[in-house]
């Protein structure tokens, strides 16, 4: 199941978003998109970084240093 949302861009936003769906061969719709999904998933993973960071820390996991070294 897929929602129409509509959005209004500034002038600007929306030459690029032209311009750059032509070069990468896709539709702007497809390029806003992957840019909301990009945004999305960012967004999670940011959050849930947030919230496992004080547990880390309470385990000797202080820097992404650590855990590469952990996990290797």
């Known amino acids: 199941m897929s929602e129409t949302i509509p959005i209004t ?7 690029d978003v032209e311009a750059f769906s032509t070069d990468d061969g896709v539709s702007a719709e497809d390029l806003i998109r992957r840019a909301v999904e990009t945004y999305l998933s960012d967004r ?13 820390k309470e385990n ?13």
Do not use: I
């Open 9 to 15: 861009l500034p002038d600007a936003v929306a030459a």
């Open 44 to 56: 999670r993973f940011h959050e849930l970084r947030a919230r496992v960071s004080a547990q880390a």
């Open 60 to 72: 000797g996991f202080h820097t992404d240093e650590d855990v590469f070294r952990a996990v290797s």
